[in-house]
């Protein structure tokens, strides 16, 4: 655990959020700002920074997650129309929480744009 770490804090329950998966390697819940209803964050309960930090084996199982969360998000309302799984890496890319994430964001209609 890295202790100046929010998302290391979410995973040892220091920080509250709403799970929506968890098991002993990853854990999905809610962020906090919300860019469309369900937008979710999956990570790595290890903390590494960034995608240039996984070894094939922490690979492998966050990647192996990330579908079956998604569909269980995608199931889960059927206004859902798409998903958008979006993982950003450094300060230029828009990391602003430096334990790697993914982002999953629900699309409810042609009126929900991109942001
Ligand atoms: P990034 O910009 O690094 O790709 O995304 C970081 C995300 O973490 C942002 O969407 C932000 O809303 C979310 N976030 C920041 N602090 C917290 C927190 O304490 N709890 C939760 N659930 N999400 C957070
Ligand atoms: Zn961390």
Excluded at 14 to 42: C, M, R
Aim: some cysteine.
């Amino acid at each position: 655990m890295d202790e100046n770490c929010i998302f290391c804090k979410i995973v040892a329950g220091i920080i509250p959020s709403y799970t929506v998966y968890e098991d002993d390697t990853v854990k999905a819940f809610l962020d906090l700002s919300q860019t469309t209803p369900g937008h979710t964050l999956v990570i790595p309960k290890k903390h590494i920074a960034n995608i240039y930090e996984y070894n094939p084996d922490l690979a492998a199982n966050i990647f192996s997650h990330i579908p079956m969360i998604a569909t269980a998000i995608k199931n889960s309302d059927p206004k859902i129309k798409g998903l958008n799984i979006i993982n950003n890496n450094g300060e230029l890319a828009g990391q602003t929480i430096f334990h790697s994430h993914f982002h999953i964001i629900p699309r409810y209609s042609n009126s929900d744009t991109f942001s």
